[in-house]
């Protein structure tokens, strides 16, 4: 359940990062989406790696969310530096 749970939080913590971020997009909502699902599995790995915490402590727990959402931030910065070269090319 774990990996399943944190896609269903990535979906939800796509659009969270987006608005705490926001600015000019190339992608849509389903980019959006995506990146929010990676960025969910990416937060719930360092989450894990770094702070050596279970990968999901619960749906609600406040953790999960925060590390969900950076996750999420840390792929969208990466992602408007990869494809705002290629906008002005």
């Known amino acids: 359940m774990g ?3 944190w896609i269903i939080i990535g979906l939800l913590a796509g659009p969270i990062a987006k608005a705490l971020m926001p600015g000019k997009d190339p992608g849509g909502i389903i980019i959006t989406m995506l990146i929010g699902i990676a960025g969910g599995l990416l937060g719930g790995w360092l989450g894990k790696v770094i702070f ?3 990968s999901i402590d619960g749906f609600f727990d406040l953790s999960t969310w925060i590390a969900a959402i950076v996750g999420s931030l840390i792929l969208l910065v990466l992602y408007r530096v990869i494809t705002g070269n290629r906008r002005h090319a």
């Open 3 to 5: 990996i399943i749970a």
């Open 52 to 54: 050596g915490v279970d």
